[in-house]
């Protein structure tokens, strides 16, 4: 049941509930309300595993830095750059995500990162607080560019970036395009194909700075 996930030299073992399928096929009509949360949260998707190869392969981007891991699911960035010693905070606005993810540094002896349970559409961060913000496969629905972008702006600190990996959608180019209309620089810093079990997708890491 454990996902195994080799970031360069490490491999780690991310627990999770169940996969899913099943947890989604045993979702009821009212489990899905108005906000439909499905739980992708269960996966490691392919923009999860470009961005830990790339946190891993440059620890000095990561080192004594105070990062924040948007979205973070079962926790695989969270805990590759705790492991480069950075100062990693998780959050996501599922409760299992967060469990998981503290759960899951535990059990890969990776020093713990913090991980809270909150939603984008309501930050309680104070404003500047991130220098760092990594994000993987967060923006898969139109309606999350919004509260996204207002989140990013209020937490990131002054010269802070945000490094933002997704795979190629239609709605990709767009994003960018209504980014940059909105002051954001979005730089790509690397692609690639990424084939994860059953996922195949081409991945970009942006970088994304005000
Ligand atoms: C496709 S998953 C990606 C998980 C992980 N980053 C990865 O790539 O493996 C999207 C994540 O965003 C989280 N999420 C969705 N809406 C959110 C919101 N409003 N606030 C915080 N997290 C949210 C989900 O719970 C989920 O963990």
Redesign the pocket.
Known sequence: MPLQVRIREALYTLHRPSDLESLWTAMEENDFGEDERIP??V???P??IHLAEWIASRPGETSGRRCLD?????G??SLVAARNAARVVG????RG?VFYTRKNARLNSVPLPDAVL????CCGFKPGSFSLVF????L?EKR?WE?VEAFLRRVLAPEGKVLLSTPERQTTRGLLRWLQSLGWSCCPLSEKRVVQREYDMEVTLWELRL
Do not use: H, N, S
Request: charged residues 20%; glycine residues 6%; aromatic residues 24%.
């Open positions: 992708y949260w996966e490691v998707w923009a999860a948007l979205g973070c699911g079962l695989l960035c959050m996501d606005y599922e995500a909150m939603d984008w559409r994000a993987a496969d967060i898969y999350f509260p």
